[in-house]
């Protein structure tokens, strides 16, 4: 007795799997993408031989112009007056207690103006950073 096969195979190959690999992959990239915060301000940085990262970080910058900038998490840095980093800070660690202040100077700002931020972080109790740049 011969027995038949009621459901034929389909030889044709489907690209929807692919499709939505593809797919899955591109949100991937799209989403590690955004994490990655370039700085658009351009500062030299000084050299240091160690290098360490601390997160979550609130960042104020002071580039070659005396210009202050700041921001926080992966917010883009805007450009504030001298009087406004302090209440920035401040409303920075409301939001987020467990904040370091990373504090990036160009390396021919003034010592006067690096102080002047790290007496805010002493007055308030923040915990600092200085960034640097690795040795060659």
Known sequence: MALKRRTKVNEAFSMASMTDVIFLLLIFFMVTSTVVVPNAIKL??????????????????????????????NQKEKIVSFEEITPFLQESYENEPE???????????????????LNIANENSFRIVLATRPQK
């Open 99 to 117: 904040m370091y202040v990373a504090l990036y100077a160009d390396e021919t700002v003034p010592y006067k103006e690096i102080v002047k931020i």
């Open 44 to 73: 030299t940085l000084p050299q240091s031989k160690k290098q360490t990262a601390a997160k979550p970080m609130t960042r104020v910058t002071i580039d070659a112009n005396l210009n202050y900038f700041v921001a926080f998490g």
